[in-house]
């Protein structure tokens, strides 16, 4: 016999109730890490039902959000010009956007933007 580990809902587990859906919601992840977590963390949102996109830096988010209406955007690892940063935050003026460290884990991340989108809804 194989242990299983339990599949926890981590939005619904982290909030204390049913979990919000992310269905048509678009949610921009900048991070320019070269490691697995914006990968895992998109895949994380994607089961939530959301539409992940991914830049590697803030000249790729700001054509971002030139094509895409966002519901949120999560800043993690960035590296580049302060002066990119400064546009992106601008350009992201009523978009919902949170900074975020890897440290925090996928589950914290997700529960908070399914909170920040549920308040912007």
Do not use: C
Not at 9 to 18: C, E, F, M, S, T
Not at 86 to 107: A, M, Q, S, W
Request: charged share 20%; net charge negative.
């Amino acid at each position: 016999m194989t242990d299983v580990a339990p599949h926890w809902d981590a939005p619904a587990l982290l909030i204390g109730r049913k979990p919000m859906s992310l269905e048509n919601q678009t949610i921009l992840i900048v991070d320019s890490d070269d490691d697995p977590f914006a990968s895992d963390l998109k895949g994380a949102l994607q089961r939530a039902g959301a539409d992940v996109l991914i830049a590697r830096d803030a000249l790729a988010a700001l054509a971002f959000l030139a094509g895409f209406e966002l519901s949120a955007a999560l800043i993690g690892g960035i590296s580049g010009p302060a002066e990119s940063y400064h546009e992106l935050i601008k350009g992201l003026r009523g978009v919902p956007f949170r900074l975020y460290d890897v440290t925090e884990g996928v589950p914290t991340i997700v529960a908070a933007v399914t909170r920040m989108i549920g308040h912007n809804a």
